[in-house]
C-alpha cells in the first residue's frame, strides 16, 4: 500500500512539473524578443478597442489562440508540413493586414459597433492558423519523445494564451491613461499604434529572401 501511494505521488508530481514547465515555456516564448512578431500581431488586433471593451478583447485573443492552437498541433504531429520561409513572410503580412483594416475602421470608433463575435474575430481564427505554424518551429525543438506529448501540447497554448492576455491588458491599461489622463483622443492612439505595428511589419517584409 505505502508503495503504491509513492509511486502515485511520484507520478503525480511528475506530471505536475511537465504541465507546469510547458505552462512557463509557452507564457515566456510569447515575451521572446526574438518572436516580436506575435506581440506585434496583439498590438495590431487589440489597437481598436479600449478598456470597456475588454470582454471583447478576451474573446478575440482567444479565436487566435483557438486558431494557432489547430495549426501547432497539426504541424507538431507532422500531419501539416510548411514552408517555413513562407511562414516567416506571413506572419508580417498579417500584421500589416490587421493595420489596414484598423485604418478603414478610424471613422468608426466614436461608436462602439464591435460585437462580441464579428469578422474581426474570424481574421483572428485565420490569422492564428498563420502564427500557429510559427510557434511549432520552437516547441518542435524543445518537446520531449513521450507519451506526455498531449499535455506539453496543451500547457504551451495555455501558457501563450496567458502571456497573450497579459500582454492585451498592459495594451488596455495604457491606452486608458493615455486617453484619460492625457485626454488623447482615441483616433490617434488607434493611427500610433497601428501606424508603428504596420511600419515595422512592413520592414520585416521588405527584408525577408522569400522572393
Same mark, same amino acid.
Given at each position: 500500500?505505502?508503495?503504491?501511494?509513492?509511486?502515485?505521488?511520484?507520478?503525480?508530481?511528475?506530471?505536475?512539473?511537465?504541465?507546469?514547465?510547458?505552462?512557463? $515555456?509557452?507564457?515566456?516564448?510569447?515575451?521572446? %524578443? !526574438?518572436?516580436?512578431?506575435? *506581440?506585434? =500581431?496583439?498590438?495590431? @488586433?487589440?489597437? &481598436?478597442?479600449?478598456?470597456?471593451?475588454?470582454?471583447?478583447?478576451?474573446?478575440?485573443?482567444?479565436?487566435?489562440?483557438?486558431?494557432?492552437?489547430?495549426?501547432?498541433?497539426?504541424?507538431?504531429?507532422?500531419?501539416?508540413?510548411?514552408?517555413?520561409?513562407?511562414?516567416?513572410?506571413?506572419?508580417?503580412?498579417?500584421?500589416?493586414?490587421?493595420?489596414?483594416?484598423?485604418?478603414?475602421?478610424?471613422?468608426?470608433?466614436?461608436?462602439?459597433?464591435?460585437?462580441?463575435?464579428? $469578422?474581426?474575430?474570424?481574421?483572428?481564427?485565420? %490569422? !492564428?492558423?498563420?502564427?500557429? *505554424?510559427? =510557434?511549432?518551429?520552437? @516547441?518542435?525543438? &524543445?518537446?520531449?519523445?513521450?507519451?506526455?506529448?498531449?499535455?506539453?501540447?496543451?500547457?504551451?497554448?495555455?501558457?501563450?494564451?496567458?502571456?497573450?492576455?497579459?500582454?492585451?491588458?498592459?495594451?488596455?491599461?495604457?491606452?486608458?491613461?493615455?486617453?484619460?489622463?492625457?485626454?488623447?483622443?482615441?483616433?490617434?492612439?488607434?493611427?500610433?499604434?497601428?501606424?508603428?505595428?504596420?511600419?515595422?511589419?512592413?520592414?520585416?517584409?521588405?527584408?525577408?529572401?522569400?522572393?
Amino acid at each position: 500500500m505505502l508503495r503504491l501511494v509513492i509511486i502515485l505521488t511520484y507520478l503525480s508530481y511528475t506530471v505536475s512539473s511537465v504541465f507546469e514547465t510547458y505552462l512557463k $515555456l509557452g507564457f515566456h516564448h510569447i515575451y521572446d %524578443f !526574438g518572436a516580436y512578431d506575435h *506581440m506585434l =500581431f496583439l498590438l495590431a @488586433l487589440s489597437a &481598436i478597442y479600449t478598456l470597456g471593451d475588454w470582454r471583447k478583447v478576451i474573446a478575440l485573443v482567444t479565436c487566435f489562440t483557438i486558431g494557432h492552437s489547430i495549426t501547432l498541433a497539426l504541424a507538431t504531429f507532422n500531419i501539416i508540413q510548411f514552408d517555413s520561409a513562407l511562414i516567416e513572410f506571413l506572419i508580417p503580412v498579417t500584421i500589416l493586414f490587421t493595420c489596414i483594416i484598423n485604418f478603414f475602421k478610424l471613422k468608426g470608433t466614436a461608436s462602439k459597433q464591435h460585437p462580441i463575435w464579428s $469578422l474581426h474575430n474570424l481574421m483572428a481564427i485565420l %490569422f !492564428g492558423l498563420i502564427h500557429g *505554424m510559427g =510557434f511549432s518551429n520552437f @516547441l518542435k525543438s &524543445i518537446l520531449g519523445r513521450n507519451s506526455k506529448i498531449w499535455e506539453q501540447l496543451l500547457a504551451f497554448n495555455i501558457g501563450i494564451e496567458l502571456g497573450q492576455l497579459l500582454i492585451v491588458s498592459i495594451l488596455l491599461v495604457a491606452g486608458f491613461i493615455v486617453m484619460n489622463v492625457f485626454n488623447a483622443k482615441r483616433r490617434d492612439w488607434i493611427m500610433v499604434l497601428s501606424s508603428a505595428a504596420a511600419g515595422i511589419s512592413l520592414i520585416m517584409i521588405l527584408e525577408n529572401n522569400i522572393f
